[in-house]
């Protein structure tokens, strides 16, 4: 007989069900975890997650502005709130990504939006940020991007959008409408394709960012036909705004794999046993190989904003008003 698991309760100790021909079955409390179980819940638009070397799982809330911890007992507790952040309908606090060398440097970096742009500041957690790239393209309400990640590398990577202005994706000296590349100063790493901060261009809002081994892909959101999944070159132009979705012009890079918005909207990426997984604004998060085939799980979650491969091996997917554990099933 098979079993579909499906989360029931937020705590690992809580009875478990096992659904299995459209009747529940209570099972014993101390059988496997579920595939799936709620950690935190009743979150204001939280957005990012990452990890300090010890498990605590640090996330950000867009609209509260604030940075909160789930430590390794599961309570869900403040650190701090992010004073100058300007929220609207995309815009706020937005990615957060813990130094590779906390141990030793004890720094965080944000990715969040101000009255006049976005930009990405590094902290010691309590403490006021510091800017260390400012000027990044802002919207109104839109395309502000947001997702910040280390890569293997070392280096700071982070996705902007165009700012509701397309014409920032083809220009070199915007830093809307790319991929960056950074150290933790905030300036261009060495070896990148223009000399400056930017990695790839030619993108329309970029929100997730993840590496199968040393090779980054990144999902985006496009406009009014296709959402993409994308192989990065370092120098590539993804063609945004001449082209959405793949396109017949052999200067730009054409995508892996495309979806009508109508299905997607994408948000946050991860690379989890060796399958990508992609959070889905429109509902669930997919599963998929490097070549962008596979289907939507966890579509009874509704929307989902971040996908991490966390600590312990565990998935967590990030959804507007609650942290899920997983294991990709």
């Not at 957005?47 to 799982?57: E, I, K, N, R, Y």
Request: proline fraction near 5%; charge should be positive; charged fraction near 15%.
């Amino acid at each position: 007989m098979t079993f579909r698991r499906k989360l029931v309760g937020v705590a690992a100790s809580a009875t478990a069900v096992l659904l299995t021909a459209g009747t529940a079955i209570a099972a014993p409390a101390d059988v496997e975890p579920l595939a799936i179980r709620q950690v935190a819940s009743g979150l204001n638009q939280a957005w990012s997650v990452d990890f300090l070397p010890d498990g605590t799982a640090l996330f950000t809330e867009k609209d509260s502005r604030k940075i909160r911890k789930i430590g390794t007992d599961g309570k869900v507790s403040d650190v701090q709130t992010i004073s100058g952040v300007s929220v609207t309908k995309e815009a706020g606090l937005l990615g957060i990504a813990v130094s590779p060398k906390y141990a030793t440097d004890q720094l965080v970096f944000i990715y969040y939006t101000t009255n006049s742009d976005n930009r990405i500041a590094k902290l010691k957690l309590g403490q006021a940020p510091t800017p260390i790239v400012t000027g990044i393209p802002r919207g109104s309400q839109f395309h502000h991007g947001g997702r910040i990640k280390f890569g293997p590398d070392g280096y700071l990577y982070a996705g902007t959008g165009d700012g509701q202005n397309g014409a920032n994706a083809q220009n070199r000296n915007s830093l809307g409408g790319k991929v960056l590349r950074v150290d933790t100063n905030g300036a261009a790493a060495p070896g990148n394709p223009f000399n400056s901060r930017v990695y790839s261009m030619g993108h329309r809002n970029v929100q997730g960012l993840t590496w199968v081994g040393s090779q980054l892909y990144i999902s985006e959101i496009g406009a009014s036909d296709e959402d993409e999944l994308n192989k990065i070159t370092p120098g590539g132009n993804y063609g945004w705004p001449d082209c959405e979705g793949p396109c017949d012009n052999s200067k730009y890079v054409n995508p892996v794999k495309s979806w009508p918005t109508s299905q997607a909207t994408p948000s946050g990426l991860t690379t989890y046993k060796g399958s990508l997984y992609m959070a889905s604004l429109k509902g669930g998060t997919y599963k998929l190989n490097t070549s962008g085939s596979g289907g939507k799980i966890y579509t009874n979650l509704g929307r989902t904003r971040d996908e991490v491969a966390g600590p312990n091996n565990v998935l967590w997917v990030v959804t507007p008003s609650g942290i899920y554990n997983a294991d990709g099933a």
